[in-house]
Nanobody, 114 residues
Framework: QVQLVESGGGLVQAGGSLRLSCAAS????????MGWYRQAPGKQRELVAT???????TYVDSVKGRFTISRDNFKNTVYLQMDSLKPEDTAVYYC????????WGQGTQVTVSS
């Protein structure tokens, strides 16, 4: 069973930056498209970025040009560099496999103050 551990969240002012990390146990990570998701209070979880096993990224329109997803298959880790943060980016951020998700991790809280 793959375990996912997200880290790197925190409190930041609007316009600031954070870099999130998601460490996955097991080798299954390397061949899968991974995604970063977020869930704001009272809202459904939404997918914000994906990255294929070969490194091709996609982004939801609201984060294009501000967030960058990357991965290191040797470290079984996915990253999300978040720049020009806005208060509406405040949420708990999770990573997971895009298809047939693994058990969800605890997520990491990102809070952006105005």
């Amino acid at each position: 069973q793959v375990q996912l551990v997200e880290s790197g969240g925190g409190l930041v002012q609007a316009g600031g930056s954070l870099r999130l990390s998601c460490a996955a146990s097991g080798s299954a990570f390397r061949t899968n498209t991974m995604g970063w998701y977020r869930q704001a209070p009272g809202k459904q979880r939404e997918l914000v970025a994906t990255i294929s096993s070969g490194g091709t990224p996609t982004y939801v329109d609201s984060v294009k040009g501000r967030f960058t997803i990357s991965r290191d298959n040797f470290k079984n880790t996915v990253y999300l560099q978040m720049d020009s943060l806005k208060p509406e980016d405040t949420a708990v951020y999770y990573c997971n496999r895009l298809l047939f998700p693994f058990q969800w991790g605890q997520g990491t809280q990102v809070t952006v103050s105005s």
